[in-house]
């Protein structure tokens, strides 16, 4: 079985920055973001173990483990894999794939990985990662399954989620990966990661994630959700899902937890139930995840969230302009915005809102118009953030026919850079804003009183990012490509570090 010794591993620190390759997630950690806990490896951990493979996880990443440490730790332990998997992203992959080659060349085992790079842009993500032997393309867990399931190499087109090379050729996918089992998944495999390295901003304490549904019915451009997990929106049991967190809690001493969906509290009946499940066992545990604020405007259903245990949800809330969202296809209607964020405030939810600066046909008074709106909103934590045309997205194919594209360099397609230009926007234009709303929004008197507690508890989990991205927002210094090419400063608009929740 071509699976039979299978090592799991999420790769490096690139150039000394921690990336997130959790699903469609692909960014780097922040002060009030951070490196998630890499929920798919363990999922497909148990998996691969319920097939008989003897499996190895190991995340370089929590680690901060180097390749040549890895070797030495599995040589030492007389593990020699026949078969490697790994995450990847956009802006990581080329540094990726070139590490995971090592690990290739050193065993002479076939290496493959999965992620939204790609879901988004299979042939493109193989020519840029030679050393990969293929990718899986949507879900990849029952391709996974299915290739360490295979006797020979040889017999790889069986597995029809995969794009992969044969005789120095690229044999394209037949099929987009859905995983058949998500609605009775096993629970993930999380004896095999270290849980203690992973935590959770503003409280510093351990969490794990807990996959809630999959899929978007939505259509906004600018998202890879739909490519990976297509746009049918399918969600787990709410009783699997709260014993799941209560199996973490008793036999890991986990208490808080990040519920894994794009959107956990789309169905309100269901997931109503779920909160209902939670009051009822008195667990004690705390949860955190996205949502729209949409799905907020009614405060009896907010009030029972927050009863569940709920303390921060996320929202994309992107512009101030209803006709900018209508042509991202976000369909979200201002008055309930207004709503949703009054409804968390009233009983007692923490609000995380997210806006885009740079989507295509805005203009700098546009953006100085969301940053007042995001003033006037004064949600308790907010991010700034350019607009990415991540290849395989309807932004990405309507930048290219609009020739926006000023920069189409893989390792800079993340939240710390703007690689489109046009209308008078441009990079220095668009980053000098965003850091122009950042400064404008947290150094208010007001908000610092008001959020002394969390800037304390921030500042103090993690003093040397913190400080760092205090520095680049008040010295305008550029962060690294994650290629590790040479810095390019930008005058005022040299881009800084997100500060978010959201993927």
């Not at 319920?50 to 040549?68: H, I, P």
């Not at 017999?155 to 009775?184: C, M, Q, W």
């Not at 990976?228 to 709260?242: I, N, P, T």
């Not at 118009?369 to 932004?395: I, K, M, Q, S, W």
């Amino acid at each position: 079985m071509l699976g039979r010794r299978t090592l799991l591993v999420n790769p490096p620190l690139v150039d000394g920055v921690a990336f997130t390759r959790q699903g469609r997630c692909q960014e780097r950690e922040e002060v009030l973001g951070t490196t998630k806990p890499p929920y798919t490896l363990a999922l497909l951990a148990a998996l691969l173990q319920a097939r008989g493979c003897d499996v190895r996880l190991v995340d370089q990443t929590a680690e901060n483990l180097s390749t040549s440490a890895l070797i030495a730790r599995l040589d030492a332990e007389g593990f020699t894999p026949t078969v490697i998997f790994f995450p990847s992203t956009i802006p990581t992959l080329a540094a990726d794939a070139s590490e995971i080659a090592t690990l290739k060349a050193r065993w002479h085992v076939p290496i493959f990985c999965f992620g939204p790079h790609a879901s988004c842009a299979p042939m493109q993500s193989m020519e840029k990662a030679p050393e990969v032997d293929g990718m899986f393309v949507g879900e990849p867990e029952d391709g996974v399954v299915q290739l360490a399931s295979l006797t020979a190499l040889g017999e790889i087109d069986r597995v029809p989620s995969l794009t992969f090379r044969r005789n120095g050729e690229v044999v394209p996918h037949k099929a987009t990966g859905v995983y058949s089992g998500f609605l009775e998944m096993p629970y993930p495999a999380w004896d095999l990661v270290p849980l203690h390295l992973y935590r959770l901003p503003l409280v510093d304490r351990p969490y794990i994630l807990v996959e809630t549904s999959r899929g978007c019915p939505y259509s906004c451009d600018f998202c890879v959700v739909p490519l990976h997990q297509g746009h049918k929106f399918r969600e787990r049991d709410a009783k699997s899902l709260v014993d799941e967190m209560e199996r973490t809690k008793r036999d890991f001493g986990i208490e808080h937890f990040y519920l894994w969906g794009d959107t956990v509290t789309l169905n309100v009946k269901t997931f109503s139930r779920f909160c209902d499940e939670l009051i009822d066992r008195q667990l004690g545990i705390t949860w955190i995840g996205n949502s729209r604020a949409d799905n907020l405007v009614d405060e009896a259903f907010v009030r029972r969230i927050k009863e569940s245990g709920c303390w921060i949800l996320a929202l994309g809330i992107e512009s101030e302009s209803d006709d900018l969202r209508r042509d991202m296809l976000k369909r979200l209607e201002r008055d309930k915005i207004r709503i949703a964020l009054q409804n968390l405030r009233r009983v007692g939810i923490k609000s995380f809102a997210f806006f885009i600066f740079g989507y295509p046909g805005e203009t700098p008074e546009m953006l100085e118009r969301t940053t007042r709106y995001a003033l006037e909103l004064d949600p308790d934590f907010v991010n700034f953030y350019p607009a990415v045309p991540y290849p395989g997205t309807e932004l990405y194919e309507k930048c290219r026919r609009e020739g926006l594209l000023a920069d189409e360099d893989w390792t800079r397609m993340e939240y710390s850079f703007y690689t489109l230009k046009g209308n008078g926007l441009d990079e220095q234009v668009v980053m000098s804003a965003i850091n122009r709303a950042r400064r404008r929004f947290f150094f208010r008197l007001g908000y610092i009183v008001r959020h002394f507690g969390d800037v304390v508890r921030v500042i103090y989990s993690k003093r040397a990012l913190a400080l760092e991205v205090i520095s680049r927002l008040l010295f305008n210094r550029v962060p690294r490509p994650s290629d590790g090419s040479r810095l390019r400063a930008y005058g005022s608009g040299r881009p800084e570090p997100e500060i978010r929740f959201r993927s």
